[in-house]
T-cell receptor, first 112, second 112 residues
Framework: GESVGLHLPTLSVQEGDNSIINCAYS??????FIWYKQESGKGPQFIID?????DKRQGQRVTVLLNKTVKHLSLQIAATQPGDSAVYFC???????????FGKGTMLLVSP | NAGVTQTPKFQVLKTGQSMTLQCAQD?????MYWYRQDPGMGLRLIYY???????DKGEVPNGYNVSRLNKREFSLRLESAAPSQTSVYFC???????????FGQGTRLTVV
């Protein structure tokens, strides 16, 4: 089946910078796109999702942007903190199907 | 509220041995999942159970079997372990209409 992918395997930023993590998807039928965060030694944790009929959604310090024209998804983290260091996965979900399909992940490294 | 609990956390097997990974959730979720995570490969779906009494193959089911014992528990069995099954295994659960999946802490399995 179609899968979700990521552009950059590793992103290094300074504390206080804004971070942008990108993801390309191929399944135009997906209803939701989701971002998960995985800290070292832990399971992935839900951050934010966006419905396919939206362009932007904001959470606490995070914003997800969806560009359906180029099938591109991004996660913006404002004022990045050392605690944001983790692997970030994008995932897709299609209503009527039970599965979540994950991309390969991007590692975000935040230095003080 | 424990969420998703996986046992064991670590395991070393010899090639050909069998074992069962246990997973239990206390959130009354209908859907449960088993993923494996390998370096550079992201999370790949092994098997899932959309609801109690049903199981389906995911992306990489070969060499595995599952049992949805009841609504709370979903186990993954390796009948004859192979070195290629060395991985970190994650169990997850969610409600089918919700994009937020909850993950366990993972089982790090090494097959020698």
């Amino acid at each position: 089946g179609e899968s979700v992918g990521l552009h950059l395997p590793t992103l290094s930023v300074q504390e206080g910078d804004n971070s942008i993590i990108n993801c390309a998807y191929s399944n135009s039928a997906s209803d939701y796109f989701i971002w998960y965060k995985q800290e070292s030694g832990k399971g992935p944790q839900f951050i934010i999702d966006i419905r396919s009929n939206m362009d932007k959604r904001q959470g606490q310090r995070v914003t997800v942007l969806l560009n359906k024209t180029v099938k591109h998804l991004s996660l913006q983290i404002a004022a990045t903190q050392p605690g944001d260091s983790a692997v970030y996965f994008c995932a897709e979900f299609t209503s009527g199907y039970s599965t979540l399909t994950f991309g390969k992940g991007t590692m975000l490294l935040v230095s003080p | 509220n424990a969420g998703v609990t996986q046992t064991p956390k670590f395991q070393v097997l010899k090639t050909g041995q069998s074992m069962t990974l246990q997973c239990a959730q206390d959130m009354n979720h209908n859907s449960m999942y088993w993923y494996r995570q390998d370096p550079g490969m992201g999370l790949r779906l092994i098997y899932y159970s959309a609801s109690e009494g049903t199981t389906d193959k995911g992306e990489v089911p070969n060499g595995y079997n599952v049992s949805r014992l009841n609504k709370r528990e979903f186990s993954l069995r390796l009948e004859s372990a192979a070195p290629s099954q060395t991985s970190v295994y994650f169990c997850a659960s969610r409600q089918p209409t919700n994009t937020e999946a909850f993950f366990g802490q993972g089982t790090r399995l090494t097959v020698v």
